[in-house]
Nanobody, 129 residues
Framework: QVQLVESGGGLVQAGGSLRLSCVVS????????MGWFRQAPGKEREFVTA????????YHEEFVKDRFTVSRDNAKNTVYLEMNSLKNEDSADYYC??????????????????????WGQGTQVTVSS
């Protein structure tokens, strides 16, 4: 059974940084494209960023451009989300997700939550003024 466990969330002041981690177990991590999504209270889950199985291709939403960086370490079965210059509007529960895909480029479906096979339980990020 594939399990995803996120960590690294917390309370941070605006302008600060956090690094989220997501460890995958029970499957072959290098066969998964990985995505990060977030969901704020009362809002729909939204795409943040995604990375292909070997890290060679990424997607990211415009609102995270130049602030967030996704990376992965296949030897550690872990995907990371480095978040800098955090804003109040970045406050949300952050989820990692896995989709079975070993193509060199992620398909556009990687931006859609329903495309993913497995999800973590989420980690909360709160950005204060």
């Amino acid at each position: 059974q594939v399990q995803l466990v996120e960590s690294g969330g917390g309370l941070v002041q605006a302008g600060g940084s956090l690094r989220l981690s997501c460890v995958v177990s029970g499957g072959t991590f290098s066969r998964y494209g990985m995505g990060w999504f977030r969901q704020a209270p009362g809002k729909e889950r939204e795409f943040v960023t995604a990375i292909s199985w070997n890290g060679g291709h990424t997607y990211h939403e415009e609102f995270v451009k130049d602030r967030f960086t996704v990376s992965r370490d296949n030897a550690k079965n872990t995907v990371y989300l480095e978040m800098n210059s955090l804003k109040n509007e970045d406050s949300a529960d952050y989820y990692c997700a896995a989709v079975q895909n070993v193509e060199p480029r992620l398909p556009l479906e990687a931006l859609v939550p329903g495309s993913y096979d497995y999800w973590g339980q989420g980690t909360q990020v709160t950005v204060s003024s």
